[in-house]
């Protein structure tokens, strides 16, 4: 079945630090990957996405990812981390080659330390 | 553009009371999906219409749950005879509807059975 698995419930970092947080999926065939933020009290906002092709791809405030189907992971970076990054990161991956439901990782908790 | 809307932000319902939450998708968007994001089971995909017609329902808990989209302007979630477990936060999201769309994720309506 296809699933995301999310192996780290909170990280902590400090402002200026990098960051990756990582996502490792179950999918039979080309999955298409997401990144989505949730800021406190906010809905989700989509960070970045894969579709096949470039297996790095940019998302927005300097948030990157990398595809990797032989690890079957889509780890996503930062390299300097700001106190507004604090928030939830949840990985998805879309059935049926996109365009349908997502189904999400339990989610990272990054807390930003001065 | 407000972003998809949702009706009410927060609801408190009594148990074995009905509970009817509200969907405006982004004008435009002919997909629209619910989920519903609880501490213990995380995101989970409840139903999804396109072009208002139900495509997949295969998250929606058979008994009390059921959607509708009456118009391209709004979705309606009704969970009868409400339960504690019922507890959660209700995403409803939309996207343009083919496989490379990403979905737009509303604020969410938090929903409490005593």
């Known amino acids: 079945a296809q699933s995301v698995t999310q192996p780290d419930a909170r990280v902590t970092v400090s402002e200026g630090a990098s960051l990756q947080l990582r996502c490792k999926y179950s999918?039979?065939?080309?999955?298409?990957l997401f990144w989505y933020v949730q800021y406190p009290r906010q809905g989700l906002q989509l960070l970045l996405k894969?579709?096949?092709?470039?297996?790095v791809v940019q998302g927005v405030n300097g948030f990157e990812a990398e595809f990797s189907k032989s690890n079957s992971s889509f780890h996503l970076r930062k390299a300097s981390v700001h106190w507004s990054d604090w928030a939830v990161y949840f990985c998805?991956?879309?059935?049926?080659?996109?365009?349908?439901?997502?189904?999400f990782g339990t989610g990272t908790t990054v807390s930003v330390s001065p | 553009n407000a972003g998809v809307i949702q009706t009410p932000r927060h609801k408190v319902t009594g148990k074995g009371q009905e509970a009817t939450l509200w969907c405006e998708p982004i004008?435009?968007?002919?997909?629209v999906f619910w989920y519903r994001q609880t501490i213990v089971q995380g995101l989970e995909f409840l139903t999804y219409?396109?072009?208002?017609?139900?495509?997949?329902d295969s998250g929606m808990p058979k008994e009390r749950f059921s959607a509708q989209m009456p118009n391209q302007s709004h979705s309606t979630l009704k969970i009868q005879s409400t339960q504690p477990q019922d507890s959660a936060v209700y995403l409803c999201?939309?996207?343009?509807?083919?496989?490379?769309?990403?979905?737009?994720f509303g604020p969410g309506t938090r929903l409490t059975v005593l």
């Open positions: 219409f396109r072009n208002q017609a139900p495509i997949d």
């Open positions: 998805a991956v879309s059935l049926y080659q996109g365009g349908r439901a997502l189904i």
């Open positions: 999918y039979f065939g080309t999955p298409y």
């Open positions: 004008s435009g968007h002919s997909a």
């Open positions: 894969y579709y096949p092709g470039d297996p």
């Open positions: 999201a939309s996207s343009l509807g083919g496989n490379y769309a990403e979905q737009f």
